[in-house]
């Protein structure tokens, strides 16, 4: 608690102006060129400096640590053969490839919120209505329970999921997004319960008698036998990793193009942005379309992977895991929205079957979970890899 | 559609409606207090309350009582009440100044950024929660049978049981009490100061950090006296209990305007009643939707709810 005197008022605000212009002018220079995108913020003094370092790499070598990193990525389901770690990362209580799995559509989610909370900085706290609307969408076209009866293959039901999730996003946005942060925030939540009551009380959706027989995505290997089946969770883990790399790919592009400038303008300062021509309304109806779509992308993998479907799948206690991981990682980054959705399914899975003074830790596994949460949120309140931009911008308000 | 039997029992709908809304309005000062103070979503409040409800029934299962037990003499019935509504107030108080102490207190010191509060907020809500539901193996726990509900009065052909006319009661005395604390009281003038302006209320003297531990306090003991109501209305209670009742009881401190303590009131039996009537006309299982569709209605027409935001702002 500074004391703000009215002579002190007018230094820092020129402070302030000061330590956001760089940044800014980074970025426009970088208009264009996609390589120079990553050092965005770079000249600022203030990022942390391991992020630095990377990207002030020359760009072949950066690309290689990428391709190096995503190459682990897809081999990560044999980490068990690596000697001495490897049996430390895997999962014991639950088979390996499937905890993998559980990541992924996770990081999917986390991605997907990352747009609506980090880039926009709308407090989404329903964000499991969409994975679900986007996993429902598949099932009843393609269950053979459904009432409709259609059973169309999941991959017809893909862009059909994708379509509604985009429309239910803009629909739960039209009338809400003139809220303000906190009163948004229960709006999503309520909306988030309305899809849990309605998958529980609509004939449709059959609540917890639920929708089976969800087909599985297409191909076979070589010798006939299908890629994707209830045997291994190797495949689905590979098929949510290539998505994770595209809407990775994408919301990078979104997050420097003018759109992505645009969210930030807005999370930044909502009324100087709309003094300054942008939409606001628009801007934020295009976050919470484009994050209902990546999160209907995580539940159209996961009907695909699970094959049954039911009221009781979508706890409102997912959404704010989910969102938790997306903080914790540091909101508004894209490798922070990647670790922490991928922590916050592993860490309760890799709790299970372990022992602990004798005991199995699967009872525990929430409460280590939880107190993991808090002392992480203690000593890294930025997150674990956080966004230099928002770092700048809180050191900056700390300072005003 | 079921308008006919709607209007039949519109009565007893209101009456239930209303002793559910007071649970709800009790259950959101705990929010609304410290939103309008910190400007934080207080998450870890739904767990504050579930654990007054389980301080309650250990209460009487200290004193010899379950749910097989006979119902006392009235006398023995009041004390044990009272002794119950005591312990749960102070172990719910206690909890939210541990949640405080330990979830938000540390990052105020790091100056963190508001989203940061509502993780360690969550991370606080599973702990709290795995912790009760390890302790009890995930079982419901019933509660004696202190109260027989039995009609008291008769108004317009609706009976109102002798439980939800003391719900009620009590749930006004004590929002009537807390009222006349913060407007009238030495502490209360100090709460609004903060919730006005923190940094001028410190330069005259205010010490902040007391503040923010006695209104945490405040909603915590409201929580423990809604906690024992809603275990004599249910009957029982279980780990996860706060949750689902936490989303609810937040919903009407918005409606009525977070921040606002005469606001958490009116939303919380306006909600109590919108559900109830909601669960009348469309059926049981739709009124947590209609009490949502309620919230963005208002929110629609009045953004920052039917009262809006203000602890210290309307009259300091």
């Not at chain 1, 050092?39 to 640590?65: C, F, K, N, Q, T």
């Not at chain 1, 319960?193 to 027989?213: K, Q």
């Not at chain 2, 579930?50 to 006398?75: C, E, I, R, Y």
């Not at chain 2, 909600?271 to 299982?285: I, K, P, W």
Request: one cysteine or more; a neutral charge; proline letters at 6%.
């Amino acid at each position: 608690m500074t004391p703000t005197t009215p002579s002190g008022a007018d230094p820092s605000t020129g402070e302030r102006l000061s330590t956001q212009d760089p940044p800014l002018l980074v970025e426009r220079s970088g208009e264009g060129e996609t390589p120079r995108r990553e050092p965005e913020g770079g000249s600022s003094p203030r990022g942390p400096r391991r992020r630095r370092e990377l990207a002030d790499l020359p760009p072949v070598v950066r690309y290689a640590i990428c391709a190096g990193i995503l190459g682990a990525a897809y081999l990560l389901p044999w980490v068990g053969r690596v000697p001495v770690i490897g049996p430390q990362i895997q999962t014991q209580g639950i088979d390996w490839p499937s905890a993998l799995f559980n990541m992924s559509y996770f990081v999917l989610l986390a991605l997907g919120l990352n747009v609506v909370v980090g880039f926009a900085g709308l407090l989404d706290l329903g964000y499991v209505g969409f994975f679900a609307v986007g996993a429902y969408t598949v099932a009843v076209l393609a269950s053979p329970d459904s009432d409709l009866d259609q059973r169309w293959p999941w991959l017809a039901c893909v862009p059909v999921a994708i379509g509604v999730c985009l429309f239910s996003g803009l629909l739960l946005g039209w009338p809400t997004l003139r809220l303000r942060g906190d009163y948004l925030a229960i709006v999503t939540l309520g909306f988030a319960e309305i899809i849990r009551v309605f998958a529980d009380s609509s004939s449709l959706l059959r609540g917890d008698r639920g929708l089976g027989s969800i087909p599985h995505p297409p191909g076979n290997w070589s010798d006939g036998s299908p890629i994707f089946s209830v045997r291994d969770a190797t495949p689905y883990y590979w098929l949510g990793l290539t998505l994770i790399v595209l809407m990775v790919l994408a919301v990078r592009n979104l997050k420097a193009s003018r759109v992505g400038r645009s969210w930030l303008a807005i999370r930044e300062d909502e009324e100087a942005a709309e003094l300054m021509g942008v939409r606001t309304v628009r801007f934020k109806l295009w976050a919470f379309a484009i994050g209902a779509a990546i999160g209907g992308f995580g539940g159209v993998l996961f009907a695909g992977e699970q094959g049954f479907l039911n009221s009781a799948t979508f706890q409102l206690m997912f959404s704010v895991l989910v969102l938790a991981g997306v903080v914790m990682g540091g909101s508004g980054s894209i490798p922070g929205a990647i670790l922490g959705g991928a922590l916050i399914s592993y860490i309760p899975d890799r709790l299970r079957g372990v022992q602990i003074a004798g005991t199995d830790a699967f009872e525990y596994r929430f409460l280590i979970f939880g107190l993991m949460i808090i002392i992480i949120m203690i000593f890294r309140p930025q997150g674990l890899l956080p966004d230099r931009r928002r770092v700048a911008t809180t050191q900056d308000q700390e300072e005003r | 559609m079921h308008f006919s039997e709607f209007w039949n029992d519109i009565g007893e709908l209101t009456v239930t409606g209303l002793s559910q809304g007071s649970i709800y309005a009790l259950f959101a000062l705990g929010y609304t207090l410290v939103y309008g103070l910190l400007r934080l979503i207080n998450f870890a409040h739904s767990e504050v309350f579930m654990v007054g409800s389980f301080a309650a029934v250990g209460t009487w299962k200290a004193l010899g009582l379950d749910q097989n037990s006979q119902t006392p003499v009235l006398p023995v019935v009041l004390l044990l009440l009272v002794a119950a509504l005591l312990v749960a107030a102070l172990a719910s108080g206690a909890t939210a100044l541990l949640v405080e102490l330990v979830a938000y207190r540390p990052l105020r010191h790091r100056n963190a950024p508001p989203l940061a509060f509502l993780i360690t907020a969550i991370g606080a809500s599973v702990v709290l929660s795995e912790f009760v539901g390890i302790l009890t193996h995930r079982r419901p726990q019933g509660v004696p049978p202190l109260v027989e509900p039995r009609p008291l009065v008769t108004i317009a052909g609706t009976q109102i049981t002798n439980l939800q006319v003391g719900t009620i009661a009590l749930a006004l005395v004590a929002m009537f009490g807390l009222d006349v604390f913060i407007h009238r009281s030495r502490w209360g003038r100090g709460i609004r100061s903060v919730s006005q302006d923190p940094t001028t209320a410190a330069l005259m003297g205010v010490n902040r950090s007391q503040v923010i531990s006695l209104v945490f306090l405040l909603g915590g003991l409201m929580a423990g006296v809604a906690a024992v109501m809603y275990d004599l209305k249910i009957g029982g209670t279980r780990y996860d209990a706060g949750f689902a009742l936490g989303v609810k009881a937040f919903t009407a401190a918005v409606l009525g305007g977070i921040g606002n303590l005469r606001g958490a009131l009116l939303g919380g039996l306006c909600l109590g009643l919108a559900e109830n009537y909601g669960a009348g006309v469309f059926g049981t299982e739709w009124h947590d939707v209609v009490a949502f569709a309620l919230l963005v209605v208002v929110l629609m027409f009045r953004p920052t709810g039917l009262l809006g935001e203000s602890l210290g702002r309307a009259r300091a």
